[in-house]
Structures are given as C-alpha cells and as structure tokens.
Nanobody, 120 residues
Framework: QVQLVESGGGLVQAGGSLRLSCTASGSFFSINRMGWYRQPPGKQRELVGDITSAGSTNYADSVKGRFTISRDGENTVSLQMNSLKPEDTAVYYC???????????????WGQGTQVTVSS
C-alpha cells in the first residue's frame, strides 16, 4: 500500500503564489510518474501536469507558463503556482504511478486533496 500526504493549499489573492507538495511512502519499488490534478467546483477532475522519473514534464494549456512541477527528492513532487487566477480555485490532488515490485507490476494512487482558493 502507498500513502500520499499533500500540503500547501490555502487562500490567496489573484496574482499571488502557492506551493503544493506531495510525499509518497509505503510499499513500492519505484515511482514512474507523479502528477497533479484539480477539480473545480461543479466540474470534472482535470490534469494540471505531471513529471516522469526522467524529469519530463507535461502541463495543461491553462497553466503553462504559470505553474511548475518538480521532483524534490525521490518520493516528493511539488507544484509551484504563480500568477494565480480565480479560475484556478479547485481541490488539487496528487497522483502517483508506481512500479510495485522489482520484477514488475504497476499501480496508481491518489492523495486526499488540498483546497486552493484564489480570491479576485
């Protein structure tokens, strides 16, 4: 089993910044990819961006140039959010894709979510 602990959400004014972090622990061989999703009020969950074990990143068009994903150590992913807009208001979820064992196997896990609210 894998546990994800998220931190860093909160309330910020438009134009401000926040940094989210997510740390994975538990039983797995390695982490293949880590990412962030968000679910705005009344809407479906959507990808914000992700990063592979090799460091390749992928972002939603709506956050390109404002958000940056990084791996802070082997089991931690961060999301630096700058120039925040009211439409960035959402519950942000960390997602981790792991290789379960040295010989193979894979699984993905979700964090519990952290609220980000951007006021206008």
């Amino acid at each position: 089993q894998v546990q994800l602990v998220e931190s860093g959400g909160g309330l910020v004014q438009a134009g401000g910044s926040l940094r989210l972090s997510c740390t994975a622990s538990g039983s797995f061989f390695s982490i293949n990819r880590m990412g962030w999703y968000r679910q705005p009020p009344g809407k479906q969950r959507e990808l914000v961006g992700d990063i592979t074990s090799a460091g390749s990143t992928n972002y939603a068009d709506s956050v390109k140039g404002r958000f940056t994903i990084s791996r802070d150590g082997e089991n931690t992913v961060s999301l630096q959010m700058n120039s925040l807009k009211p439409e960035d208001t959402a519950v942000y979820y960390c997602k981790v894709y792991v290789r379960s064992f040295a010989w193979g196997g894979s699984a993905d896990y979700w964090g519990q979510g952290t609220q980000v609210t951007v006021s206008s």
